[in-house]
């Protein structure tokens, strides 16, 4: 499969050279191949688009965008490209756009603690840098191998939301390339006057870019934008020692400590988990279940099943979450472990022991600050998850949502294609901004074949119609023109709206909306 | 029927009037912009009110001028800019709809002014991010859906902060609940499943809130919004640092900022400080000023519910080690300014008269967003135009607030003046247009243009006009909504 438009494909070749576009089926192949293309194809291939075109720069951008409208050829751009999110809707009419070469960090800026970076900046690299100055970026959960930019990323939370917020609320000022070819810059950059503000003059373009979820590739291009940075109180080039993936910090950081506490019952964890953040005493809280806590701590499926036996044995199904405890002196670190002291007094709560050990106390605070817990674990086991998704409003009714779902979960693992989870439960939660808002989710790992994933999205809907029963938030996976005309009516009709900024802003509908919406009447 | 009529059949007949005296208090306001009368001026209660307002303003192609605070404006943003025009003055509808002391949440209707929702909130154990000093008969929405600066930085995550979500019915007269209040389920069913509509983004993936806010009423009309709030704190302690260096200051805020020790946290120049402090003018102002120093820090560090003691205990010790290391001194009192004092000032509103209007009787504002490294430069601008427009420098108010937990800063110039005195108004006027082009060529973002300086800002930026225009046609194609502001 090539290209079919041989016109556009010319044009391409003569913006980029032809070193940067590429009809290779091999080439085409290795961005087709993706994680939950089963779901679509019963293959790990989703369909390959027509041709892979490399920009180095905004203009180049532009000029691909234009000649993408020009000869209604369908455009989706991918900066790190995570799973089939990044390909979906793609066929021998439409171009894959890689950003892979737009990985420079533009600025980072201490006094004004934000940093300005192009899409193929990982937060791995941003953070590497940022660290030297003390500052920390926001983690994004899906791991330190995504976009930077606070734009592209799905929902762009992470374990550290606590200290650190998320997504759609660290973004800046930023570059777009708008669905038909133009250059917008907004806020302080549209005027001349820096990254430093997205919003304004007037009402803030922010609004139709994002929401609690990015529009993933189905409205234009991001180019560059600014992301706010956050005070880290760690060594500026920590010392490690070990090798992957047993890196650990030679020395626990001072002021720093981690814990993995466990609690009589879910009602106490809620509640000391929102003491804590509302005392700001975290820079991060995490929950992780059980069977993924356990792999993040091991290096293999066999080390962590053995790690989840003790841990069992200890816990004996008593629910818990991650908490690092940091300061930015002695004193304001002690004062927090002593908080966090009187709060595990009055909700019950216990330390796990194996996350006492001062070696694996190294390794796991190495791990969480710098890969973010759920990578390791989402896809150690089969390869492959998804699940049921909470809204970004706020832990507590997100995780009670997650608790009524373990209900639904019993009867589709019947079917055999979800895997048991080895544990009491698959709970993974978050807060955001000293406990303003948060994210609960239950990700299942689900069998590598088409019959796995569509039990696992029909779970997805199950669990989505429990949601609506009960009037909970939204959740955070609501892509495509089946799901939002599934959520719209429930609420008050927002893909309407949503609608009307694709038509407005993409008239001729090239920006690929598989994950977005469709501008259709 | 006349339109009056039919006006007063949505509203009821006490809630539409046209008396001149009505009238002429809507058509002009403390600032540069023409006055224009309008046609009549509407009161409604509620949503469906609002709904059929608008909807009638659609039928009859009437221009509609929303306003949820009282006199006095300042901003020329709620005169209207055409004649015919609709005032719809939100002032009736004062409910404080629901304090959620555990999710730190308060909901309110858009005439609810801060004097109202001050206690409402203290009584749940929480306290709200305030602009500074508002006057007594701002609306709490009016201010927020602005983007005024709050003097808590630490708790302004996004500019948009302490904003949460809001239900607006636009211009065509369609009604949007946005962020998690959009549903699914009524207000109360949300509640009884523990939702508190707090998630301001959304729904999904689009922001609707950011499309409102800023929008100066040319979108439509917000019938109520949840306020993020925090909890109060146990104890709290003011402090007061003068320099006559800004830029000490400044090195100061941003550590204090940046490891999240301060509470409130904002600079005033002696202009400023004594003008809030002085009771008795002009002698008191004087006696207050002469004793300052030109540069004030004032902060607060806080002991919340568990052990405050000893928070407070390491705060002071870290502040200390800081100022010391800054050749600076943490302070209860300079000069004839209290710590102590100012703080009990700056958690109300301004007592009347308010206090841009004492001594000159009017105020003339200045203000952009800008960042850390421009804005002594920025100061030493605006203090030249002062001098270059015969403007007293030494009476000039400056006040610097740190927001976006210290990513940006509100810089903001308080030119007072004598409004009966029409040679110094003009003066100012000029100054104004020349500061708005001198420092926005030198780093300063006027993110919310206000009367002449709205197309100079919207001329630096041609690409978001078109953009907003788009936006602006999607949600009020018939223009009705405060035309003629902004870009519209």
């Not at chain 2, 005169?79 to 025009?85: L, N």
């Not at chain 2, 999607?474 to 519209?488: A, Q, R, T, Y």
């Amino acid at each position: 499969m090539a290209l079919k438009n041989r016109d556009a494909y010319k044009a391409l070749e003569d913006v980029l050279g032809t070193e940067y576009i590429s009809e290779e089926p091999a080439v085409l192949d290795s961005y087709a191949f993706q994680w939950g293309a089963e779901l679509f194809t019963d293959t790990p291939f989703l369909p390959r688009s027509g041709a892979i075109v490399l920009p180095h720069k905004t203009e180049e951008v532009q000029a691909i965008v234009k000649i993408c409208n020009k000869y209604k050829v369908r455009y989706k751009a991918i900066s790190h490209g995570w799973g089939f999110y990044s390909a979906l809707g793609l066929d021998e009419n439409a171009i894959h756009i890689d950003m892979r070469r737009m990985n420079r960090i533009i600025e980072i800026n201490e006094k004004s603690m934000y940093a300005v970076v192009e899409p193929y900046v990982s937060c791995a690299m941003l953070q590497a840098e940022t660290l030297k100055k003390g500052l920390n970026v926001n983690m994004i959960g899906a791991g330190c191998n995504t976009c930077a930019m606070p734009l592209t990323a799905h929902q762009g939370t992470g374990s550290g939301g606590v200290s650190t917020s998320c997504g759609d609320r660290n973004c800046l000022a930023v570059e777009w390339v708008t669905p038909d070819g133009e250059i917008i810059k907004f806020g302080s950059l549209g005027s001349g006057n820096g990254w430093f503000c997205g919003d304004g003059p007037g009402p803030s373009l922010r609004g139709i870019i994002r929401g609690t979820q990015g529009v993933m590739g189905g409205l234009g291009i991001f180019t560059k934008a600014a992301t706010k940075l956050y005070p880290w109180y760690g060594p500026p080039q920590p010392e490690l020692e070990g090798a992957s993936p047993y890196y650990r910090f030679k020395e626990l950081p001072p002021n720093f400590d981690i814990h993995h506490p466990i609690f009589p019952s879910w009602d106490k964890l809620i509640e000391a988990a929102m003491k804590i953040a509302e005392n700001e005493l975290a820079m991060m809280i995490f929950r992780l279940p059980p069977p993924m806590l356990c792999e993040a701590l091991t290096g293999s499926g066999d080390e962590g099943a053995e790690l989840l036996a003790e841990i069992q044995q200890e816990s004996n199904g008593r629910p818990g979450f991650l908490v690092i405890i940091a300061g930015s002196t002695v004193a304001e670190f002690n004062y927090r472990k002593k908080v966090l002291a009187q709060i595990m007094a009055e909700t019950g709560g216990e330390f796990l022991s194996h996350l006492e050990k001062e070696d694996v106390k190294r390794m796991f605070l190495w791990s969480e600050t710098r890969y973010s817990g759920g990578v390791r674990e989402a896809f150690r086991a089969v390869g492959r998850f998804l699940g049921a998704i909470g809204d970004s409003a706020m832990f507590q009714t997100s995780t009670r949502l997650m608790l009524d779902c373990m209900e639904l979960k019993k009867e589709f693992q019947k079917r055999g294609n979800i895997r048991a989870d080895d544990g009491p439960d698959a709970i993974i939660g978050m807060i955001f901004e000293n406990g303003h808002t948060g994210h609960a989710e239950q990700l299942i790992m689900c069998h590598p074949t088409g019959a796995g994933w569509r039990d696992l999205m029909e779970f997805t809907v199950e669990c989505e119609k429990l949601a609506i029963s009960k009037c909970y938030t939204a959740p955070v996976t609501v892509w495509g023109d089946d799901a939002h005309d599934r959520w719209g009516p429930h609420l008050c009709n927002y893909h309407l709206w949503l609608r009307k900024i694709k038509k407005t802003f993409d008239p001729n509908g090239v920006s690929e909306a598989a994950m977005y919406i469709s501008a259709k009447e | 029927m006349s339109e009056k009529e039919q006006l007063m059949k949505i509203l009821g007949k006490d809630n539409v009037s046209d008396a001149p005296e009505e009238l002429a208090k809507y058509a002009e306001d403390e600032s540069f912009v023409h006055p224009i009368r309008p046609r009549c001026v509407a009161k409604p209660a509620n949503t469906d009110e609002i709904q059929k307002l608008i909807n009638w303003a659609n039928e009859t192609l009437t221009p509609i001028v929303p306003i949820s605070s009282g006199p006095p404006h300042f901003r020329g943003d709620t005169v209207p800019s055409i004649g015919g025009a609709v005032i719809v003055d939100l002032s009736r509808m004062k409910k404080i709809v629901r304090v959620d002391g555990e999710h730190r949440i308060a909901m309110i209707e858009p005439g609810v002014t801060f004097k109202e929702l001050i206690p409402a909130v203290r009584k749940e154990g929480l306290r709200l991010n305030m602009p500074l000093l508002p006057r007594a008969s701002k609306s709490v929405l009016g201010s927020m859906l602005e983007r005024e600066p709050v003097i808590m930085p630490k708790y302004h995550w996004d500019i948009s902060d302490p904003l949460a979500c809001t239900e607006v019915i636009y211009g065509t007269g369609d009604l949007l609940r946005t962020g998690s209040a959009a549903g699914p389920g009524s207000l109360k069913e949300q509640w009884k499943s523990g939702a508190a509509q707090n998630e301001a983004a959304g729904p999904i993936q689009a922001d609707f809130l950011r499309l409102i806010q800023g929008a100066q009423g040319t979108m439509g009309i917000v019938t109520w919004a949840t306020i993020r709030c925090e909890h109060a704190p146990i104890i709290e302690e003011p402090y007061l640092i003068g320099s006559s260096k800004l830029n000490d200051l400044l090195e100061y805020t941003y550590w204090l900022i940046r490891n999240r020790m301060a509470d409130d946290c904002l600079l005033l120049n002696d202009a400023n400080l004594a003008r809030i402090l002085a009771k008795e003018w002009p002698t008191e102002y004087e006696k207050i000023k002469n004793t300052l120093p030109p540069w004030i820090l004032f902060f607060t560090i806080s002991g919340p519910k568990y052990f405050p003691e000893d928070r407070i205990s390491y705060l002071k010790t870290d502040m200390a080690s800081l100022a010391q290391s800054l050749k600076l001194e943490p302070l209860r009192a300079i000069g004839k300014a209290s710590a102590f004092e100012l703080l009990k000032i700056l958690h109300e509103p301004s007592e009347e008269p308010y206090w841009k209007l004492r001594g000159k009787g009017s105020c003339h504002d200045i203000f952009f967003i800008t960042i850390y490294d421009q804005l002594s430069e920025q100061v030493d601008i605006m203090n030249s135009l002062a001098m270059k427009f015969d403007y007293p420098v030494y009476d000039m108010g400056i006040y610097i607030q740190p927001i976006v937990q210290g990513v940006n800063y509100h810089c903001e110039f308080n030119i007072f003046f004598d409004p009966t005195n029409s040679l110094e108004k003009c003066k100012i006027e000029s100054l104004s247009e020349e500061a708005f082009n001198t420092l926005s060529n030198r780093g300063a973002f006027f993110s919310r243009p206000y009367g002449s300086w709205v197309d100079m800002a919207y001329r630096k930026d041609a690409e978001t006009t078109i953009a907003l225009r788009k936006i602006k046609k999607m949600f009020d194609p018939n223009n009705i909504m405060n035309p003629g502001k902004l870009c519209f």
